[in-house]
């Protein structure tokens, strides 16, 4: 007969190795979202394949986050805008090639700090009921611990790495930052131009990653592309903060038409 305590033993690193094998990209314990209920949201595509999200800013510019491009050296880079469904046919969907990308300048690869990038598309998107931009803060202002955001994304949805075809969504209590720089959860990691959001079993990560956080129907944040366990209570999602960085984007977004 095996030792019961061996039994437990085993469990234990059982489970650590099921959690360490998990996607570090999802909406986890979110459900599919209204069709075409989030307009602005964007797929950003490396040689066609789904990579990260983002979503409408301007009619030629879309907000993702900067490491979403780090593997796409030489990969064609495309968005898609107005799809619920990334393969069913939907007379919104179009898919647009990216004139410009453009990281923030003090983003790297070690660090997701600084996290954001901004994609000029080939031409202004054409807008309408299932294709809309998205305000986003301005203000360089805390969001109130326990406010309601809504993620949305197509991250994987499942431990096993299962990808969903349509949109995902996720409603997620802002956390304060003192709590989210705790010891035991980001142990001071998180600076003033990043929030954190509750991961209770209900979580984004970096499927999901350059997706806004919306608060009150404002983009407040940007989801990293951090490397952490979905899911985790005592690993909370991160965002970069949007309003910190307002003069950058509008800086950007106002070279529209430098060719």
Not at 29 to 34: D, I, K, L, S, V
Not at 107 to 128: M, N, R, V, W
Not at 187 to 199: F, K, L, N, P, V
């Amino acid at each position: 007969m095996v030792d019961s305590s061996v039994c437990l033993v085993a469990l234990v690193l059982l489970g650590a190795s099921l959690c360490e094998a998990q996607p570090r990209g999802r909406i986890l314990g979110g459900r599919e979202a209204q069709a075409h209920a989030w307009p602005y949201m964007a797929s950003v595509q490396v040689n066609g394949a789904h990579v990260c999200g983002g979503f409408l800013v301007a009619e030629q510019w879309v907000l993702s986050a900067a490491h979403c491009l780090e593997d796409a050296a030489g990969g064609k880079v495309q968005v898609l805008l107005g799809a619920h469904s990334l393969s069913q046919p939907e007379p919104s969907k179009r898919l647009y090639d990216v004139r410009r990308a453009v990281p923030h300048p003090d983003s790297q690869p070690d660090t997701i700090d600084h996290d954001l990038l901004l994609l000029q598309l080939s031409e202004k998107a054409t807008l309408g009921p299932n294709v809309r931009t998205l305000a986003w803060q301005r203000e360089d202002r805390d969001v109130a611990a326990g406010t309601l955001g809504d993620v949305t994304g197509w991250g994987v949805v499942s431990h096993t790495g299962r990808r969903p075809d349509r949109l995902q969504h996720v409603r997620l209590p802002v956390l304060d930052r003192a709590t989210c720089n705790l010891r035991t959860y980001h142990d001071g990691a998180i600076t003033q131009r990043m929030m954190c959001a509750e991961s209770n079993r209900k979580d984004s990560c970096k499927g999901d990653s350059g997706g806004p956080l919306v608060c009150g129907g404002v983009a407040e944040g940007v989801v990293t592309s951090g490397s952490r366990v979905c899911g985790n209570r005592k690993k909370p999602g991160v965002y970069t903060r949007l309003g910190s960085y307002a003069a950058w984007i509008e800086g950007v977004l106002a070279e529209t038409s430098r060719p």
